[in-house]
């Protein structure tokens, strides 16, 4: 958790971002196979997936930066 924000990396190919006061999904990211859990450093939030991919994402709306 970070900032009252929750990332979670799933086994159904997806990193879900969710409020921690609620549970509220933000915003979600899909891959083509199971993803790590994520790692958030200075507002970026890093995800390696099966599909052989390295992902960065915006933490406030899960724009791909980079992968």
Same mark, same amino acid.
């Given at each position: 958790?970070? =900032?009252? *924000? #929750? $990332?979670v990396? &799933?086994g159904? +190919?997806s #990193?879900?971002?969710?409020? !921690?006061d609620?549970?509220?999904?933000? /915003? &979600?990211?899909?891959t083509? /196979?199971g @993803?790590? %859990?994520?790692? @958030? @450093? =200075? =507002? *970026?939030? $890093? #995800? #390696? &997936?099966?599909d052989? +991919?390295? $992902? !960065?994402? !915006?933490?406030?709306?899960?724009?791909?930066? /980079? %992968?």
């Open positions: 958790m970070v =900032g009252g *924000t #929750v $990332y990396g &799933s159904d +190919n #990193v879900y971002v969710l409020s !921690a609620d549970g509220t999904e933000k /915003w &979600s990211f899909g083509e /196979w @993803v790590s %859990s994520p790692a @958030v @450093v =200075g =507002g *970026t939030v $890093y #995800v #390696v &997936s099966g052989d +991919n390295m $992902y !960065a994402l !915006a933490a406030n709306d899960g724009t791909e930066q /980079w %992968s």
